[in-house]
């Protein structure tokens, strides 16, 4: 098992920046892949950014390249979602979840491959 609890989310204005953590408990963090989706209000929940177990390889949805960005901390078992620019369209619930991966570089980016959830955080942007 892997427990995932998500802070850093609030209430902020467009063009300002904003940083999500996703710290995790239990099973080796280190070998696991991470990633982010949000759940926008009224809509299903979609992909944000992931990130292999080694940290060498991640993916943005296209949404937010150039904007967002994922890293990950093993030593201290945390993943980041470092967000700037933010538009009201970015206002969601954003949840962190994780997958045990054999690869190194492995990403993945559909939300059913994903086997722990966090609780999700509230990120309101105001126009």
């Known amino acids: 098992q892997v427990q995932l609890v998500e802070s850093g989310g609030g209430l902020v204005q467009a063009g300002d920046s904003l940083r999500l953590s996703c710290a995790a408990s239990g099973r080796t963090f280190s070998t696991h892949a991470m990633a982010w989706f949000r759940q926008p209000p009224g809509k299903e929940r979609e992909f944000v950014a992931a990130?292999?177990?080694?940290?060498?390889?991640?993916y943005s949805a296209d949404s937010v390249k150039g904007r967002f960005t994922i890293s990950r901390d093993n030593a201290k078992s945390t993943v980041y979602l470092q967000m700037h620019s933010l538009k009201p369209e970015d206002t969601a619930v954003y949840y962190c979840?994780?997958?045990?991966?054999?690869?190194?570089?492995?990403?993945?980016?559909?939300?059913?491959?994903?086997?722990?959830w966090g609780q999700g955080t509230q990120v309101t942007v105001s126009s």
């Open positions: 990130i292999s177990w080694s940290g060498v390889r991640s």
């Open positions: 979840a994780a997958k045990g991966a054999r690869s190194p570089i492995q990403v993945n980016i559909e939300e059913y491959e994903y086997d722990y």
